[in-house]
């Protein structure tokens, strides 16, 4: 089925189906990663970074128990 086609129906019900496997989630992702502006990117992944962070403190806390 043409990617058009695939298009057309998954709008009637309102929900994108494709979207709604792991690679379809995935090429979704890729996609609005990909329309992000470089200083995005950046404060994308600083924030990402900060998050792990903050993981692996609440991990040690955790372990120190």
């Given at each position: 089925m043409s990617e058009s086609h695939?298009?057309?129906?998954s709008s009637i019900d309102g929900?994108?189906?494709s979207v709604t496997t792991w690679?379809?989630?995935r090429r979704a992702q890729l996609r609005r990663w990909c329309a992000l502006t470089l200083r995005e990117?950046?404060?994308a992944l600083e924030e990402m970074t900060q998050l792990a962070a903050r993981f692996s403190e609440?991990?040690?806390r955790a372990q120190t128990k």
């Open positions: 695939a298009d057309d129906e929900i994108d189906w690679e379809g989630s990117r950046f404060s609440m991990r040690e």
